[in-house]
């Protein structure tokens, strides 16, 4: 193909298709760029799905005009963000968009400019920047961009500069952050950044996209290896922020009064990101104090909508495998089970992920299920739509993860109909709750008695390790199986499955339990559960133990207590 020296609208468009295209394929690998050795990382996918709103938005302008599409990216960039690594990209995105809309041409030093635009854009929106994250890795590809079109380099040549920039500072990143190095990976925000410049060159000289690896290290092992390997031979801990939850928002606020927030949230909070204007701002930060992060807004007479909340705790509710399903458009969030069901005084809608896990809510009389889980978490609004289908006047949602329960708390507001929360964390727990569900009961009687059989229930799960680091049960090498009691954290490792649920079960069990559901997922081998059946009659004799196909992945076991 001939070399472009101009980035007008068609390479511009083509540049982000590419882009979202490119951490589609890559997110699997970026996810596990992460400094917890669960299979649940995001970072892949909050860009992805970031990049995915991005381009929808981008595909409503018009073709041949750069000015409709630059307002499309931005537009798209602020609304579609998910996450703080999707909200640093948004700003990035604008930074680019911004700066090229106002340029009659793309040449090397246009684009020099807009990636100069991109990092000041980044670093504003943060309040307080950390180096090795990916804001060093798109500062240092600016300046290498804007000192190579000093010179009056190509386009290709100045997007070569920022991209071998980028990649040193990418691999240095565990250098100039503790948490990254004691982790064994880098900066999984800044391995995205690099495929927007690898996209670029895709499409301004043919370059070959970096194709989808298999190494945990993601996109860019072939530069990352000796640092990995160096980063992963490190024995201490993982310090990782003690902020508990995440919370992201839309807030309606004059942008005079921008900065009041920013310090607000400071005081709170940190990883606080703040991008947009014209009274329009996507919000994100790390807190303990979920209602301070919302009061902080309404005290500045803000509008705070879509709020979500994730449990950064909670490591191990969700899998890429569903997340990343959505992606490529094979999983529809808030289904309506609803619709076309008798009549009753109080339904029930659950949200839970795995097949069998809906058709067993379904068997327990729940009206409207919804899909999702941590990093997919239901909005709001999919919660409500489903609530407002189902057929009674009296809804109990069982929201299933700590991080659904604070958005499921919003619905009643906004619902014709009285909805209360049973703030249900696990499956084991809402089926407990699910037991003593009555439909034709009223709303508060159900609450009551759902609470009292979920505060009888004690539960657990197993997963396998992402990759190796340190735990209070003991080190934890990639590919050994932990055993995770909610509200304990790891408590078993081993590389033996069946071992793994020995203990976690000797501890849940105690001396006190009586009932004990196991829910098996996609990964479970009949062989082991049979194993665990022997192990537990043999043991705990007087345990009456139900089993249930779940069909959740990557989790081969959920188990509860009561």
Same mark, same amino acid.
């Given at each position: 193909?001939?070399?472009?020296?101009?980035?007008?609208?068609?390479?511009?468009?083509?540049?982000?298709?590419?882009?979202?295209?490119?951490?589609? /394929?890559?997110?699997?690998?970026?996810?596990?760029?992460?400094?917890?050795?669960?299979?649940?990382?995001? =970072?892949? %996918?909050?860009?992805?799905?970031? !990049?995915?709103?991005?381009?929808?938005?981008?595909? =409503?302008?018009?073709?041949? +005009? @750069?000015?409709?599409?630059?307002?499309?990216?931005?537009?798209?960039?602020?609304?579609?963000?998910?996450?703080?690594?999707?909200?640093?990209?948004?700003?990035?995105?604008?930074?680019?968009?911004?700066?090229?809309?106002?340029? %009659?041409?793309?040449?090397?030093?246009?684009?020099?400019?807009?990636?100069?635009?991109?990092?000041?854009?980044?670093?504003?929106?943060?309040?307080?920047?950390?180096?090795? %994250?990916?804001?060093?890795?798109?500062?240092?590809?600016?300046?290498?961009?804007?000192?190579?079109?000093?010179?009056?380099?190509?386009?290709?040549?100045?997007?070569?500069?920022?991209?071998?920039?980028?990649?040193?500072? !990418?691999?240095?990143?565990?250098?100039?952050?503790?948490?990254?190095?004691?982790?064994?990976?880098? &900066?999984?925000?800044?391995?995205?950044?690099?495929?927007?410049?690898? +996209?670029?060159?895709?499409?301004?000289?043919?370059?070959?996209?970096?194709?989808?690896?298999?190494?945990?290290?993601?996109?860019?092992? &072939? $530069?990352?290896?000796?640092?990995?390997?160096?980063?992963?031979?490190?024995?201490?801990?993982?310090?990782?922020?003690?902020?508990?939850?995440?919370?992201?928002?839309? @807030?309606?606020?004059?942008?005079?009064?921008?900065?009041?927030?920013?310090?607000?949230?400071?005081?709170?909070? /940190?990883?606080?990101?703040?991008?947009?204007?014209?009274?329009?701002?996507?919000?994100?930060?790390?807190?303990?104090?979920?209602?301070?992060?919302?009061?902080?807004?309404?005290? !500045?007479?803000?509008?705070?909508?879509?709020?979500?909340?994730?449990?950064?705790?909670?490591?191990?509710? /969700?899998?890429?495998?569903?997340?990343?399903?959505?992606?490529?458009?094979?999983?529809?969030?808030?289904?309506?089970?609803?619709?076309?069901?008798?009549?009753?005084?109080?339904?029930?809608?659950?949200?839970?992920?795995?097949?069998? @896990?809906?058709?067993?809510?379904?068997?327990?009389?729940? $009206?409207?299920?919804?899909?999702?889980?941590?990093?997919?978490?239901?909005?709001?609004?999919?919660? @409500?739509? =489903?609530? *407002?289908?189902?057929?009674?006047?009296?809804?109990?949602?069982?929201?299933?993860?700590?991080?659904?329960?604070?958005?499921?708390?919003?619905?009643?507001?906004?619902?014709?109909?009285?909805? +209360?929360?049973?703030?249900?964390?696990?499956?084991? *727990?809402?089926?407990?709750? !699910?037991?003593?569900?009555?439909?034709?009961?009223?709303?508060?009687?159900?609450?009551?008695?759902?609470?009292?059989?979920?505060?009888?229930?004690?539960?657990?799960?197993?997963? $396998?390790?992402?990759?190796?680091?340190?735990?209070?049960?003991?080190?934890?090498?990639?590919?050994?199986?932990?055993?995770?009691?909610?509200?304990?954290?790891?408590?078993?490792?081993? =590389?033996?499955?069946?071992?793994?649920?020995?203990?976690?079960?000797? $501890?849940?069990?105690?001396?006190?339990?009586?009932?004990?559901?196991?829910?098996?997922?996609?990964?479970?081998?009949?062989?082991?559960?049979?194993?665990?059946?022997?192990?537990?009659? &043999?043991?705990?004799?007087?345990?009456?133990?139900?089993?249930?196909?779940?069909?959740?992945?990557?989790?081969?076991?959920?188990?509860?207590?009561?």
């Amino acid at each position: 193909m001939t070399t472009l020296e101009r980035l007008d609208v068609h390479a511009l468009r083509s540049v982000i298709t590419t882009f979202r295209d490119a951490v589609r /394929d890559h997110a699997g690998g970026l996810n596990r760029l992460n400094v917890y050795p669960v299979p649940d990382g995001d =970072t892949g %996918t909050n860009m992805a799905r970031t !990049l995915e709103a991005v381009v929808a938005e981008m595909e =409503t302008a018009d073709p041949d +005009s @750069l000015d409709a599409t630059c307002d499309a990216i931005s537009h798209g960039s602020l609304m579609g963000a998910r996450g703080n690594s999707g909200v640093i990209l948004s700003q990035i995105l604008r930074g680019l968009a911004s700066t090229l809309k106002d340029k %009659t041409e793309g040449t090397g030093e246009r684009v020099a400019d807009a990636l100069a635009a991109a990092s000041v854009g980044a670093y504003q929106a943060v309040l307080k920047p950390i180096e090795g %994250t990916i804001l060093t890795v798109v500062r240092e590809s600016a300046d290498a961009a804007k000192s190579a079109s000093a010179d009056d380099a190509s386009l290709v040549d100045v997007l070569r500069a920022a991209r071998e920039a980028g990649r040193q500072a !990418l691999a240095s990143t565990p250098d100039l952050l503790p948490v990254l190095k004691d982790a064994g990976v880098v &900066d999984a925000g800044g391995a995205g950044y690099l495929l927007l410049l690898d +996209s670029a060159l895709h499409v301004v000289d043919g370059e070959p996209l970096p194709a989808p690896e298999d190494d945990p290290d993601g996109p860019t092992a &072939d $530069q990352l290896e000796q640092v990995a390997h160096r980063a992963a031979a490190h024995d201490g801990e993982i310090d990782v922020s003690e902020q508990r939850y995440e919370v992201m928002y839309f @807030l309606d606020l004059a942008d005079e009064r921008i900065d009041e927030f920013k310090s607000g949230w400071g005081a709170i909070g /940190d990883s606080i990101v703040v991008v947009g204007g014209d009274g329009l701002w996507n919000c994100h930060v790390h807190t303990n104090d979920i209602g301070a992060a919302i009061e902080v807004a309404l005290d !500045l007479d803000g509008r705070p909508k879509q709020i979500r909340v994730t449990d950064l705790f909670e490591e191990v509710d /969700d899998e890429h495998a569903r997340r990343e399903a959505e992606l490529h458009g094979d999983v529809h969030v808030g289904t309506r089970a609803g619709a076309g069901l008798p009549p009753v005084t109080t339904a029930v809608v659950a949200v839970c992920s795995g097949d069998g @896990l809906a058709e067993l809510f379904s068997n327990l009389g729940v $009206q409207g299920i919804v899909t999702g889980g941590q990093t997919l978490n239901p909005s709001t609004a999919e919660l @409500l739509d =489903t609530v *407002e289908h189902v057929n009674a006047d009296q809804v109990v949602i069982l929201p299933n993860n700590k991080n659904i329960i604070p958005v499921a708390e919003q619905v009643d507001a906004l619902s014709s109909k009285r909805v +209360s929360v049973v703030p249900t964390r696990t499956m084991p *727990e809402a089926l407990a709750a !699910l037991v003593v569900y009555d439909p034709e009961a009223d709303a508060d009687d159900n609450v009551t008695e759902m609470n009292d059989s979920v505060d009888a229930v004690r539960t657990g799960e197993v997963t $396998q390790a992402v990759r190796s680091t340190n735990s209070d049960a003991g080190p934890i090498a990639e590919g050994d199986w932990m055993g995770i009691v909610k509200g304990d954290g790891i408590v078993a490792v081993d =590389t033996e499955l069946l071992l793994v649920v020995q203990q976690l079960l000797g $501890q849940l069990i105690a001396d006190d339990g009586e009932l004990l559901t196991i829910i098996t997922g996609t990964d479970a081998d009949p062989a082991v559960t049979e194993l665990i059946e022997s192990w537990l009659a &043999d043991r705990h004799p007087d345990v009456q133990v139900e089993i249930h196909r779940g069909g959740q992945p990557l989790y081969p076991y959920l188990f509860g207590v009561e």
